[in-house]
């Protein structure tokens, strides 16, 4: 029987994938048989459980620091993952953080174009990185990881976190109208409210309560549920594919 979401030979390259999504989509992508870099900048005990967690199944993934706000620290992250495992086939674009929640009249000049270049300057200079060899082999995956708050505004103080997920989603588009006719393939997964250290740091039990009065589902989703649909879109399952930002936020925003 054929597995359409095999990813064996595949090189992936996860950026912040020390905790949380990116951490469970380098499980699932070494449990598919592909190569795994995750990239990671303050977490280093969390990267290298999450390394060793993988290459203790046999699978092979190396965990490699680089700040995903600066050129040169992307740069590192590209060629240290070439090096060890050949050219990128899949480009998770996974780091980010809604840094801190503050009001409008609290956001300063700096604040704000740091949220931006975090969750989404990042992400097109990561993309700008990999798109010459994927567009050289006619071959390639890019999936960024947005957000449902870049659909309904976000929560209370997340304004300039939503906003940069609102544009990252446009973001994706735009690139994959340009890559697709280079046989390179651009979409995003945008998640609900996922049970990990993000909302440990940033939502009270009180904010998830009321999350959650709102999901059908009635509960939290997970890294793993996030992870999958990320598989899938990176897969040769999601062939046909092109410029989707697929919900996973267990019927909250239904589009």
Request: hydrophobic letters at 45%; one cysteine or more.
């Amino acid at each position: 029987m054929t597995n359409y979401l095999d990813l064996t030979g595949k090189t992936a390259l996860i950026t912040g994938a020390s905790s949380g999504i990116g951490a469970a989509a380098a499980a699932v992508f070494a449990d598919l048989g592909a190569k795994v870099a995750i990239g990671y900048y303050n977490n280093e005990k969390g990267a290298f459980a999450v390394r060793d967690a993988v290459a203790a199944t046999g699978a092979q993934i190396i965990a490699i620091k680089g700040d995903v706000r600066k050129t040169a620290d992307i740069r590192t992250l590209v060629d240290q993952t070439v090096a060890a495992f050949g050219p990128i086939d899949i480009l998770i674009n996974n780091a980010g953080s809604l840094v801190e929640r503050q009001k409008l009249a609290q956001i300063t000049e700096e604040r704000w174009n740091d949220i931006m270049s975090l969750n989404l300057t990042s992400a097109l200079l990561c993309s700008q990185m990999v798109a010459p060899s994927m567009v050289e082999r006619k071959s390639g995956s890019i999936v960024n990881i947005v957000s449902i708050a870049g659909r309904n505004g976000g929560g209370p103080g997340a304004l300039a976190y939503a906003t940069a997920k609102g544009a990252l989603i446009t973001l994706t588009k735009g690139l994959a109208k340009e890559m697709a006719p280079h046989g390179v393939r651009v979409n995003a997964v945008s998640p609900g409210v996922i049970d990990t250290p993000f909302h440990e740091v940033f939502s009270t039990p009180e904010m998830i309560r009321n999350f959650v009065a709102g999901i059908p589902l009635g509960r939290t989703g997970t890294s793993l549920e996030c992870a999958k649909v990320i598989a899938f879109l990176a897969s040769d399952a999601a062939a046909y594919v092109v410029g989707e930002t697929i919900e996973v936020n267990g019927g909250q925003l239904m589009l």
